[in-house]
């Protein structure tokens, strides 16, 4: 059996503790560590950040413990009742997305991925790269060979796209180890923020797994090695448009379909009758494709369009961007534009709704109509299923369609199509950011606002949309429109606060945040710039950057100063207390805690803010106990403690008063007083549990397990 106070077992504790901050339950975790660690040390230590500090912080801990035996038991019975994740979701082992139904040839390649995945494991990574031109069919040999050996990995076969078409849209390791995450069924509260410490839970999660992990559309060996494991259960299987040097995979080159597959496979698509039919259009159109799959399921509709299908010769910009041309030219002219204007930027997604607001001049513009044209691109091969309802390009397909608009529409309407889509973006992300989070001035009013979502409604709507969002600041910026870059930039605030999605908005914040303000609107101008530096800092802060996030919070509070806003000025010191609390520096928080107070009290009655004081000062006060407790300093801390649960029972806040009392029992504990933190517990565990909060509660019945261990 492990001694839980050996350095090992810390260590292990510390790093579990450090990677589920995602959440308030393991930030409350982390504090309580931190006020361990100062008993242990007799001194203020800084919070551990890289593999090295935690090594420092445990062997402090552990030397603690071996001094004081009290200390020890603490540790004991903390390390031991701390909750444990839920873990992946059981809804059942995850799948791949469908296979095509046609599927053709491709027999060495299978067998090449047979070969690596049946491989005796020898400590080397089971992993294959398939790579081809566009088009040649990389993702749907890997989709199928998958599903034909599902039964070989019952714990799931995930599927990630890292969207490797260049370097801007490749995916980085913290948000593709992520949507790893959350295809194994990791809640989001639970899932780390950092690249490092969700890549860590990726490999232990999955360390004991026969699994098979799916990477589509890999740009470099860079993007991809950080997600490689060397589970011996695990097979990865990557697809790319070339060979990736540096990249230590067996290679499997997909080229053209032999003449008698590729005709079958036409045959496939467009029926018997229809190749019958007109022998020499087919025979034109076998020879156009050039054993290029998606040229053939493009090719296919045009065996019942009567006109000009090309030349009778392989064409020399390529066969996807051949019989990308001919299709388009057999469209109609609303299907056509719709083509064209939906392409202007590389949107993750198209629904009926971006259509509508691409083609549309009106101010309410309808989808209807939108929903019809976007099936009928699908069904000629110009876009491809993303979801329900929704649809994405090639990127080959997407160049064609680009460069089309740029000559049939004009430089002129381009932009103005572009703007109505960004200007849609932003009144939604507005609206339902407002609705996800109504009692936050950090959301501004919607300038537009929608019918009823309710707060999970709102908050899953930006998640949905949160792709498109970033693409819109990026697509504001480059317009030079600040306004609906800084509406769309300020709206992702749920999404960092709500569902985590720091490691994607920090590049679309750092966007809005390097357009300038006209000198005529230098107020508004700073406080927009103040609001954005808040929410930049938060996200570095759960990244672990700490100090770019203090240069932020500080560089907000002067904006806020600059502004004369003093609600925004008290709200960025109190924000840089809580980093300073993060670090587990109690004397730093208490101050800036202090000063925040300070700013919030000269707020007087009918002056802006002064409605939110009610609940931001009971906030500071139990943001100060918390410091005093980290710095040992158990008396102060519960008396300010007690203030705070009064508060929050005073104005009817009964989750931050849950909370508070969670502290305070906690605060108990920590000064050897079990007895006396119990019904406050108690008290604590029956508000969570009225208001279904999973996590906090949780929490709390392990801090009751501490006040019965004995």
């Not at 799959?293 to 066969?319: K, M």
Request: with cysteine.
């Amino acid at each position: 059996m492990t001694d839980p106070v050996s350095l090992a077992a810390i260590s292990g504790v510390l790093g579990a503790i450090g990677m589920g901050m995602a959440n308030e339950v393991g930030r409350s975790a982390w504090e309580t560590t931190g006020a361990l660690v100062r008993r242990a040390a007799g001194r203020e230590v800084r919070a551990p950040g890289r593999a090295a500090e935690v090594e420092r912080v445990a062997a402090l801990l552990r030397e603690g413990a071996a001094r004081d035996p009290e200390l020890a038991r603490m540790w004991e019975r903390f390390a031991s009742t701390l909750p444990a994740g839920s873990g992946p979701g059981s809804a059942g082992a995850p799948r791949l997305p469908a296979a095509t139904r046609h599927f053709t040839d491709r027999r060495p390649a299978l067998r090449l991925l047979d070969r690596e995945a049946d491989r005796k494991f020898d400590g080397r990574p089971r992993v294959a790269l398939l790579h081809g031109p566009e088009g040649i069919g990389t993702t749907a040999t890997a989709l199928y060979w998958g599903s034909r050996r599902a039964e070989d990995f019952p714990d799931g076969q995930v599927h990630v796209d890292l969207h490797g078409w260049s370097s801007q849209s490749a995916l980085g390791p913290a948000v593709v180890a992520g949507r790893l995450l959350r295809e194994l069924g990791l809640p989001a509260e639970e899932t780390p923020h950092g690249a490092d410490g969700r890549l860590d839970l990726w490999r232990r999660l999955v360390a004991e797994l026969r699994l098979l992990v799916v990477l589509d559309h890999a740009y470099s060996a860079a993007q991809v090695r950080p997600l490689l494991t060397s589970a011996p259960g695990v097979f990865t299987l990557v697809t790319a448009r070339h060979p990736l040097p540096g990249l230590d995979a067996v290679p499997v080159a997909l080229g053209p379909l032999a003449a008698k597959d590729a005709r079958r496979l036409l045959t496939h698509f467009a029926g018997s009758q229809a190749v019958a039919a007109a022998p020499d259009m087919a025979k034109n159109l076998l020879v156009r494709c050039a054993g290029s799959p998606y040229a053939l399921r493009t090719a296919a509709p045009l065996l019942s369009v009567h006109g000009d299908t090309g030349r009778g010769a392989a064409d020399a910009a390529g066969p996807v961007a051949a019989l990308t041309e001919s299709a388009y030219r057999a469209l109609d002219a609303d299907a056509a534009r719709l083509y064209r204007l939906l392409a202007l930027r590389d949107w993750p997604h198209v629904d009926a709704r971006t259509a509508a607001w691409a083609t549309q001049q009106a101010p309410d513009p309808d989808p209807a109509p939108c929903a019809a044209l976007l099936g009928l691109l699908a069904d000629r091969g110009l876009l491809e299923p993303a979801g329900t309802e929704r649809y994405r390009f090639r990127p080959a397909v997407r160049r064609h369609a680009e460069l089309l608009a740029r000559h049939e529409d004009g430089l002129h309407a381009c932009a103005e199509s572009v703007a109505r889509v960004v200007r849609g973006y932003a009144d939604l992300a507005e609206d339902a950011a407002h609705q996800a989070l109504p009692e936050s001035w950090r959301v501004p009013q919607p300038s537009r606002p929608g019918p009823p979502l309710g707060r999970a409604g709102a908050l899953g709507t930006l998640v949905r949309e949160a792709a498109n969002v970033f693409e819109a600041v990026q697509a504001a910026a480059d317009a030079g429109d600040r306004t609906a870059a800084v509406r769309l930039a300020r709206a992702l605030w749920p999404l960092q606060l709500k569902a985590g999605r720091h490691a994607e908005a920090v590049p679309a914040l750092r966007t809005a945040l390097r357009l300038p303000s006209p000198e005529s609107e230098r107020a508004t101008g700073l406080r927009d710039r103040a609001a954005l530096r808040v929410q930049l800092a938060m996200s570095l802060t759960e990244l672990g950057e700490h100090a770019e996030a203090e240069a932020e919070f500080r560089a907000a509070a002067e904006d806020e100063r600059t502004a004369g806003h003093i609600r925004g000025h008290a709200s960025a010191v109190e924000a840089l207390g809580l980093l300073r609390l993060r670090q587990w520096a109690g004397p730093g928080a208490l101050a800036l805690f202090d000063r925040a107070d300070t700013l919030y009290g000269t707020i007087a009655p009918g002056e802006e803010g002064h409605a939110d004081l009610r609940r931001a000062r009971p906030l500071l006060v139990r943001h100060r106990g918390r410091a005093l407790r980290v710095d040992g300093r158990f008396e102060e801390a519960i008396a300010l403690l007690r203030t705070a649960v009064g508060s929050f029972e005073e104005i009817g806040d009964d989750y931050n008063r849950a909370r508070a009392l969670t502290d305070l029992a906690e605060t108990h504990v920590l000064a050897a007083a079990p007895a006396a933190a119990l019904p406050l517990i108690d008290e604590a565990i029956a508000l969570l549990d009225a208001q279904q909060a999973e996590h906090p509660l949780a929490y709390a019945r392990s801090v009751r397990a501490r006040c019965v261990t004995p």
